[in-house]
């Protein structure tokens, strides 16, 4: 009978486990004043808690605060001075923000359609960057921000931040060291209880919102009052559906433990089924991923949570038992269902900055280097693409592109306003 490995135990007895608590002590030991990093927020919404991380971080002094919504500066202004006594610069223009040339790093939280104008800017601009997920638009700019990482020597970190949870880095350790024999399959899953988001309306634009630079890089479009700042997630112009908005974070770790790169066939199914409204992109569907010697899948429901199933993150099957990744942790079980091992950590954002924040001052490494990143948000472009022309995509990585579709290969990439297109 096979015995349950302590968590402690394995941690000190495994290379991840060692390199998992190497970059946990990392963050949390204060540096001195010359490693000090000045950085800048972008995006003051999920970058809120960007803020709240860092200032929790030591050796990191926030120095800007981005934001088209002057709303937002000040609510994180007053949260930065409440702890730190003092008043930080703020603009609307990320461009601006750049021209600093004592600024060592960038954190965009953004929409998605300017992770990677705003990289490539940065990178040019001699700033490393921590980009949230999915970090590109369209499978063009998962190429283009790996490109833009490369040519200037900026290390460039995307924000799955599952990537640096202890726990997670010791399941998958375990996986790659046989726990469930042969990994074949790996099953994932999103549900919520999203409401509808009605019909958008013509309005005034806000006086607190800069518009036209909320759009940045992508045609205009006339603004609607249900559309900012969030509901663009659902309209293809703007989004990537909830596949890049939380797919991206399952499918990372199912291609993680899996030990894929790219799939050579994708299909997805699905539709907007719950409410008649201005949502473009399904909210209940599944994509299937075929990897030659192992698939993957991800279901997701966003408008019905589905209580009466229960899901962990994802879960792999072996040929020897099964793996369950949920919150910061895992659990095994043999072929029978019998739980014979699990492990967790913490989980939180201060994990994944750090590692990054580290990286820069040389005492560690990234945890999700772009490249790495960008395989998996690859993935959710696929996904969509196949949604989209609604058929089963065949893929040719080493030529980076789909095969004998010239309909699919036309939502490769975007279109961008002019004097807005990332070039490398």
């Known amino acids: 009978m096979r015995h349950p490995m302590h968590r402690r135990r394995f941690l000190h007895t495994t290379g991840a486990g060692m390199a998992a608590l190497s970059t946990f002590s990392l963050w949390a030991a204060d540096n001195p004043p010359h490693r ?86 940065a990178c040019a ?4 960057v921590y980009v949230e997920k999915p970090g590109s638009g369209t499978a063009q700019e998962s190429q283009l921000i790996v490109a833009a990482a490369r040519k200037y ?30 990994v074949i399959t790996a099953r994932c899953w999103y549900t919520n209880s999203r409401g509808s988001i009605g019909r958008g309306q013509p309005a005034p634009v806000p006086a607190w919102l800069d518009y036209e630079l909320w759009q940045g890089p992508v045609p205009e479009r006339p603004y609607k009052d249900n559309l900012v700042h969030y509901n663009w997630h659902w309209m293809w112009h703007w989004g990537n559906g909830e596949l890049g908005n939380n797919g991206v974070h399952y499918l990372d770790l199912a291609r993680w433990g899996l030990g ?48 009466t199933e229960k899901f962990g993150l ?9 793996m369950i990744f949920e919150g910061a942790g895992y659990r ?39 490249a790495e990143a960008q395989k998996s948000a690859l993935l959710c472009h696929l996904g969509n693409i196949a949604w989209r022309v609604g058929r089963t995509l065949r893929y040719d990585a080493a030529a980076a592109r789909i095969v004998d579709d010239a309909a699919a290969m036309k939502l490769w990439q975007r279109e ?9």
């Open 314 to 322: 994802v879960h792999f099957y072996g040929d020897k038992g099964s």
């Open 125 to 128: 601009a001699g700033k490393h």
């Open 260 to 307: 894929v790169d790219a799939p050579r066939q994708v299909a997805c199914t699905g539709g907007r089924y719950h409410f008649h409204d201005d949502q473009e992109t399904p909210d209940t569907g599944v994509v299937t991923y075929d990897f030659g010697s192992s698939y993957a899948t991800w279901e997701w429901s966003s408008c019905h949570p589905r209580p």
């Open 153 to 182: 020597g900026r290390l460039v970190q995307m924000g799955n931040q599952r990537r640096s949870f202890p726990g997670i880095i010791e399941g998958m350790a375990r996986l790659r060291e046989g726990a469930i024999g042969r």
């Open 36 to 121: 000090r990093l000045r950085v800048a927020v972008m995006g003051l919404g999920r970058g809120y808690d960007h803020v709240r991380a860092l200032l929790e971080l030591p050796g990191v002094e926030i120095a800007w605060l981005c934001d088209v919504d002057s709303r937002r500066i000040d609510r994180a202004a007053e949260a930065v001075e409440k702890q730190t006594r003092a008043r930080l610069q703020g603009h609307k223009d990320v461009r601006k923000i750049l021209e600093d040339k004592n600024l060592d790093a960038l954190f965009i939280a953004a929409p998605n359609f300017w992770h990677t104008p705003a990289t490539v800017m």
């Open 416 to 424: 961008y306003r002019p004097g807005w297109a990332p070039t490398v």
């Open 332 to 370: 095994v079980l043999d072929l029978k269902g019998v739980e014979i091992g699990k492990g967790s950590g913490p989980a939180t954002d201060k994990l994944h900055m750090g590692n990054f924040l580290d990286a820069i001052r040389g005492e560690a490494k990234l945890t999700s280097d772009i």
